[in-house]
């Protein structure tokens, strides 16, 4: 049950994933306790599960517990134990918890390089997820400064079309719109958007953040015909497959608004949001 659930979840079918993860993390609760290492995983992947959906508060609720846990039964410095540090940090950082979430990022970091080594992937995914939350922050030459450095790693360690390192590209280029190299952002944009769709698929959430952070950048150079075709696909992808009242949905809808809206087009943006 645990696989399939996290193949749906690969897959972005997200609600499917979740109700599995849930009856799985029952039964391990009930056969083997709330204790056990397996127990863990299973609340491990319902959290993601829930986070991949917008629902941050019970993913949030649910970690906290599950990281006390895993201190308790397998220690602070296990490798388990620092996943759940990074995607604790990470749940924090999606609500604007921005210290809290810094502070066990560096933690988690420190952490893994010293327990896993500077070239694991887990710690690369630390350097990664550290960088994000500088981003957040408006920390910006900082995050771009992290992001290179973890995109060199990840390409020599997993290859260049390895999901986490299409995630790597996805970061750069979106730090490098906020500081204004709109060029150099759009041609990382342009080569992540066409990598994610022949390595997950022209429907896969991923993708779909990829298409929407190129419009982003193509809206910011002035180039509106292309950036409003492109959010007009982004969002009826997302209606389709994430849910019209999924935050990522919401997301295309404004940003298609406001493209529309910079050309003039105020009725037609109205009607997005009826």
């Known amino acids: 049950m645990n696989n399939l659930a996290c193949v749906l979840r690969i897959q972005g079918k997200y609600e499917e994933a979740e109700q599995m993860h849930r009856q799985t993390l029952e039964l391990k609760e009930a056969l083997l306790g709330r204790k056990h290492p397996d127990t863990f995983d299973s609340m491990n992947n319902l959290v993601g599960v829930l986070q991949s959906q917008g629902k941050y508060e019970e993913a949030e609720i649910l970690h906290r517990k599950k990281l006390q846990l895993?201190?308790?039964?397998?220690?602070?410095?296990?490798?388990?134990?620092?996943?759940?540090?990074?995607?604790?940090?990470?749940?924090?950082?999606?609500?604007?918890k921005y210290d809290e979430a810094e502070q066990m990022h560096w933690q988690t970091l420190k952490l893994r390089e010293a327990v896993l080594g500077k070239e694991h992937p887990e710690t690369l995914t630390g350097m990664n997820n550290l960088a994000y939350v500088f981003d957040s922050q408006g920390k910006y030459e900082k995050a771009e400064q992290i992001h290179r450095q973890t995109l060199v790693l990840r390409e020599t360690v997993l290859g260049q079309e390895h999901p986490d390192t299409l995630t790597s590209m996805n970061n750069l280029a979106c730090v490098l719109d906020s500081q204004g190299k709109y060029?150099?952002?759009?041609?990382?944009?342009?080569e992540e958007l066409q990598l994610s769709k022949e390595?997950?698929?022209?429907?896969?959430?991923?993708?779909?953040?990829?298409?929407?952070?190129?419009?982003?950048?193509?809206?910011?150079?002035?180039?509106?015909?292309?950036?409003?075709?492109?959010?007009?696909?982004?969002?009826?992808?997302?209606?389709?497959?994430?849910?019209?009242?999924?935050?990522?949905?919401?997301?295309?809808?404004?940003?298609?608004?406001?493209?529309?809206?910079?050309?003039?087009?105020?009725?037609?943006?109205?009607?997005?949001?009826?």
Request: hydrophobic share 30%; glycine share 6%.
């Open 199 to 274: 390595v997950l698929g022209k429907e896969h959430p991923d993708t779909l953040t990829s298409m929407n952070n190129l419009a982003y950048v193509l809206d910011s150079q002035g180039k509106y015909d292309e950036a409003e075709q492109m959010h007009w696909q982004t969002l009826k992808l997302r209606e389709a497959v994430l849910g019209r009242e999924h935050p990522s949905t919401f997301t295309s809808m404004n940003n298609l608004a406001c493209v529309l809206r910079s050309r003039g087009k105020h009725e037609e943006a109205k009607r997005i949001f009826q």
């Open 183 to 190: 060029e150099e952002a759009e041609i990382m944009h342009r």
């Open 70 to 96: 895993s201190k308790e039964v397998l220690g602070k410095e296990h490798p388990d134990t620092l996943t759940s540090m990074n995607n604790f940090a990470y749940i924090l950082d999606s609500q604007g």
